[in-house]
């Protein structure tokens, strides 16, 4: 069973809107999919109370004073969002379970360098090279000086930049519905749906 997870040390950069989509996309094409939460708010256990009964089911995948249950037999796949500040013990458990880790990544100077020493204790913490990491940057306009920055940081640690997502009122406004981009018509999203297809295409390379 493929394990996404999504982290980064930093609140407010995304974690959830990545998570949830994520488990959207897989809902989307006929997956069993779990989703958990080991943050203190659980956004995304938020955002699947919300979610219609008519959308692609999402289970809740559970967890226990934050640490993770192992998902019943049956799940196809599973996508974990993670508290700001892990590290430690607590990101090697998660790591552990790992197939796929996505880090989002606001391309400031401020969150690129209070990554950096995240993004090296993760890469230490990867028992195997079949463990793939990349980040995705987040609210992110393509062709500027802070895309091109955030390209160069991540080169210089040997991790890809896999996709860059826009700073658009449409995740906002699926997420007050439990919603995603897989959840509504092609027509209304079609530039995000765009910037997704090289992050799918990255995860679908893994197996994950």
Known sequence: MPVIVVANPKGGVGKSTLATQLAGYLASRGHKVMLGD???QQSCLTWLRLRPAQAAPIATWETRHGH???PPKGTAHAV?????GLHGKRLDEIVRLADTVLVPLQPS???IYATRAFLDELLAHRKSSRVQVGVVGMRVREHTLAAEQLRAFCGSL???VVGHLRDTQNYVQLAARGLTL???APSRVERDLQQWQPILEWIEQGKA
């Open 158 to 160: 040997e991790v890809s």
């Open 109 to 111: 100077l401020f969150d």
């Open 68 to 70: 993770v249950v192992k």
């Open 38 to 40: 080991t943050d203190r």
């Open 80 to 84: 974990l969002d993670t508290p700001a």
């Open 182 to 184: 897989w959840d509504v």
